[in-house]
């Protein structure tokens, strides 16, 4: 279940750089993965000091972090230890045994959805056992006459789509109108189904239809899945009520910086002075308790210098790239003494100019070195290729001595900017002692939009004023390692423009998939088009994961809420939508293995076997580790290829409700697919949970946002897409586009044969004989019904239901508008009505209790306090972004 040091460190072919005495450790670059990039956990119980701070609160709940002195704690065994901890023994979390309420510790986020897939294994599978009597139905002899007589005496799980609504007991028949609607089987799926033959009664040319003869949406089967959808509302209803109850005590039980701290978001510009701050909320403090006293700790203050801060990590990254180079020909101690870089570029370059003078008197290369660089020709022209274009994308100059006077361009900058440019403050977070104070201060500030938009006092204190005249836009903050401190500058506008930009190309990349994936299904196969369905997945999100980090954001939760939505949109269109859309109506019950339940049927295998496997070989982490990690030039740019996977909740969350609305749209073609569900969900379930513990890197603690804005939008929406479907569905059968011929109709009134010869089909072939029934039958555009499926939608004339499907059909089309109006109310009331209230005046309430501890008592091993930081690719450790003078 690892990845780690397989012993190759003493093989040249896969160390390179064995014999070098100078070359970085590859054993200390698999230290620092084991150590700092994947989790571990302690080994020892009782009182252990100087580890940063946490503590549980009993040695009976190992689950418990809290603060309590950081000098002296207990922890337990499974009490996560802080990256790089050396002091006292620690172990890497194993997967099979750690229990399912430690996952907490990666935040809350994290053990609600391995806690959500836990549990909707359990709902699938008491999903797919209420639906054995359709499956049992659809494989009989009383649905499909000629499928059972087929498939009788195979063994019955070897073929799942028996199970499905996939008909293959046909008649043919004669219509009497088709030929002005012969499109609807104009195309490759059904053009068998269409021919043309001379009535030998009449001498006429009629048109003949190959037609499905199975009923499946009787009131028998449409119960059943009736049943279902209700049993997933109240089973989801259930668990969602206990998700909330579970995030209360997860949130109580882990108490960290956000607890004791608020977020300013409309400073006055000047507002840059933390003493006037602190001084402003204990008055404020002193005034609603009548007594005085210190209550504010810790105050941040950002300001609007991204420009100076994007300047600043760009000179780090071009000095760290510089010392790379160099690296070749010295060492260099001190990459700001300009003198002894002006030196060793100097010194490149001579060495450079040498060795490009005597590259023809070396020793020749032997036969085999020419023979494999003949081979690897191709692969080293293209990554010379992607090299270029990476560089000239990002302008990065490709020698040391232009990199160098880039260097100095932007130090240049940066001077200028810091002696010439006054910053202003663009956000204040303030820490108080006490949980009390933060909600108390809140509490006090808690003004309407109206108030805090036009600055007018209306419900507020005249000492909650900053400055006298001032109304303040006060938030609960967030967890500090959740801050982006260089979008907190951004408005509204800004933040607007770009998610629409990425929407734009998310639907540009969703209208790819729409045209390309239909070509694959229909002119290879539908194994081959459920893989590449499978990896645009899995592609696409790393796509929109970098659009999305090019939006404004002022936290990581705002930033996942618009990667979930990005990526939902995607995958439920590719996954769930693409099929069905693409599949002819008339193909809907078809048994090729171009049609549509072929079609669900391996994408569902292929979500089972190929996605997991594609994920769990972290195919580029594995290139890093052991390729680019033995050939680094330095230490620290070897600890760049351990930082393991980069994994993103909103990504993980996206997946689960794909296999949610997959299971719910397509369960009434195909009732077995809940136990599909049940198998791809546990296996994500491990999947994710090995991959978290054995590849990933450590991300910021995630809150419980994601799962809360997935139950509440997404999952339900899930639902109420799977029930309109379904009410469609039934209303749609038996997906003939044929119905009985009206009485009186004169158009009916033609002499019938039932045998017919040299019956020309629509796709060119030519069948001797056919037998038809005695019935004329007219077209009529089943697909046509209104929303909800209503009965009476098909006219006095054209008829094609039962009787038993015309009730089914109105019991699920009022059952599927009134779910869609609680949704709308739900989704849009609640928010409305929160918006109405919010204008007129404050409504905040405090969500759990007050812990009861002090602040610098300590509160956890992640973060503490609301310390500016860049998070930048290719360095180990958060760029600080502030004075460190007086931190500790």
């Known amino acids: 279940l690892t990845d780690f040091n397989f012993g190759g460190n003493q093989y040249k072919w896969y160390n390179p750089q064995r014999d070098n005495p100078k070359a970085p450790s590859l054993e200390e670059g698999w230290d620092f993965f084991e150590h700092f990039t994947l989790p571990r956990h302690f080994t020892q119980i009782g009182n252990s000091r100087s580890i940063s701070g946490c503590a549980t609160a009993n040695s009976d709940s190992p689950k418990s972090v809290l603060p309590i002195n950081p000098s002296e704690r207990v922890v337990t065994t499974m009490t996560k230890a802080p990256p790089g901890e050396k002091k006292y023994k620690t172990r890497l979390y194993n997967p099979l045994t750690t229990p399912l309420h430690s996952l907490s510790d990666w935040g809350i986020g994290v053990g609600m959805y391995f806690s959500t897939l836990a549990s909707m294994i359990v709902v699938f599978a008491l999903a797919g056992l209420l639906n054995v009597k359709n499956m049992l139905y659809y494989a009989s002899k009383e649905y499909d006459r000629d499928r059972f007589e087929e498939e009788r005496g195979e063994f019955p799980l070897m073929n799942p789509l028996k199970y499905s609504t996939v008909c293959m007991t046909r008649e043919w028949v004669v219509c009497v109108d088709c030929h002005e609607s012969n499109s609807y089987w104009n195309n490759i799926f059904v053009d068998s189904y269409y021919g043309t033959a001379v009535n030998p009664i009449t001498g006429k040319t009629q048109i003949l239809i190959n037609r499905t003869t199975c009923a499946g949406a009787q009131i028998e089967q449409g119960i059943w899945n ?12 259930l668990f969602v009520s206990y998700q909330n109850q579970v995030e209360v005590r997860l949130d109580e039980g882990k108490t960290s910086a956000s607890d004791y701290s608020i977020l300013i978001s409309n400073p006055p510009d000047d507002a840059v002075d933390p003493e006037e701050w602190r001084e402003f909320f204990d008055g404020l403090l002193g005034e609603l308790t009548g007594e005085k006293q210190q209550q504010v700790t810790l105050c ?56 490009d003078a005597n590259v023809n008197d070396g020793q020749p290369k032997s036969v085999f070195k020419q023979f494999a660089a003949f081979i690897f020709l191709p692969f080293s022209v293209l990554g010379k290729i992607v090299h270029f274009i990476r560089r000239k994308l990002s302008h990065l100059p490709t020698e040391p001595h232009q990199l160098w006077g880039r260097i100095q361009s932007i130090t240049q900058s940066i001077r200028l900017m810091q002696e010439f440019e006054v910053y202003k403050a663009s956000a204040v977070y303030v820490t108080f002692e006490t949980e009390q104070a933060q909600r108390a201060a809140i509490k006090a500030l808690n003004a309407g939009r109206f108030e805090v938009w036009t600055n007018k006092r209306v419900h507020l204190e005249g000492f909650a004023l900053f400055r006298r005249n001032f109304i303040l836009d006060i938030h609960e903050a967030d967890e500090p390692d ?3 401190w260089c979008d907190l500058d951004s408005t509204g506008a800004e933040r607007i423009i770009r998610r629409i930009c990425s929407l734009v190309v998310t639907f540009g990349m969703t209208l790819l998939s729409i045209l390309t994936l239909p070509l694959i299904r229909v002119h290879i196969n539908t194994i081959f088009y459920s893989v590449i369905l499978s990896t645009y997945n899995i592609i696409i999100p790393l796509v929109v994961q970098a659009m999305v980090s090019f939006e404004k954001h002022p936290d990581e939760g705002d930033k996942q809420q618009s990667l979930y939505i990005n990526i939902a949109l995607f995958r439920w269109i590719n996954t769930v939508i693409v099929t069905d859309l693409t599949t002819p109506f008339l193909a809907k019950l078809g048994v090729e293995t171009f049609d549509m339940m072929n079609s669900v049927n391996a994408l569902l295998i292929s979500e089972m076997v190929y996605s997991p496997i594609l994920k769990f070989l972290d195919i580029g982490g594995i290139i890093q580790r052991h390729y680019h990690a033995p050939r680094a030039k330095t230490q620290e740019l070897m600890h760049d290829n351990f930082h393991g996977g980069y994994y993103s909740m909103a990504e993980r969350y996206t997946d689960f409700t794909k296999v949610l609305l997959l299971c719910i749209f397509y369960s009434p073609y195909y009732p077995i697919i809940f136990f599909f569900g049940v198998g791809i969900l546990f296996v994500q379930f491990w999947t994710d949970k090995i991959l978290l513990m054995r590849a990933w890197q450590t991300n910021p603690s995630i809150g419980p946002e994601t799962s809360r804005f997935s139950r509440r939008y997404f999952t339900t929406a899930a639902i109420v897409i799977g029930a309109i479907s379904a009410a469609t569905v039934y209303a749609n ?38 037998a038809t029934s005695a019935v004329a039958l007219k077209f009529c555009n089943q697909a046509k019904v209104s929303f909800p499926p209503d009965p009476e939608h098909q006219g006095f004339d054209y008829v094609w239901m039962t009787k038993s499907q015309e009730k089914l059909t109105t019991i699920y089309g009022w059952i599927s508008f009134i779910l869609l109006v609680l949704f709308a109310v739900g989704l849009f009331g609640h928010r409305v009505t929160t ?26 091993v992640d973060s503490f306090a609301y310390v500016p930081q860049l998070k930048e690719p290719g360095f180990t450790f958060p760029l600080l972004a502030c004075d460190i003078s007086k931190i500790n």
């Open 835 to 860: 918006f109405l209230l919010s204008l007129w005046k404050g409504i905040y309430e405090p969500s759990g209790f007050d812990q009861q501890k002090d602040f610098t008592d300590g509160i956890g």
């Open 226 to 237: 009736i049943v279902t959808l209700l049993f997933l509302i109240v089973g989801i209803s």
């Open 733 to 770: 059968f038996p997906f003939t586009n044929l119905c009985n011929c009206p009485d009186g109709d004169d158009k009916c009134a033609v002499d019938v044969s039932q045998m017919y010869s040299n019956v020309t089909l629509l796709s060119g072939e030519r069948l001797e004989s056919v």
């Open 482 to 484: 959740t801050c982006r």
């Open 300 to 355: 941040t203050i950002a300001l609007n210098n991204h420009r100076l801060l994007k300047n600043l990590v760009q000179r780090r990254k071009d000095l760290k790239l510089l010392k790379t180079l160099l690296s070749e020909t010295c060492e260099l101690s001190d990459m700001n003494d300009g003198a002894a870089v002006d030196a060793a570029v100097t010194l490149y370059m001579e060495q450079k100019i040498e060795q």
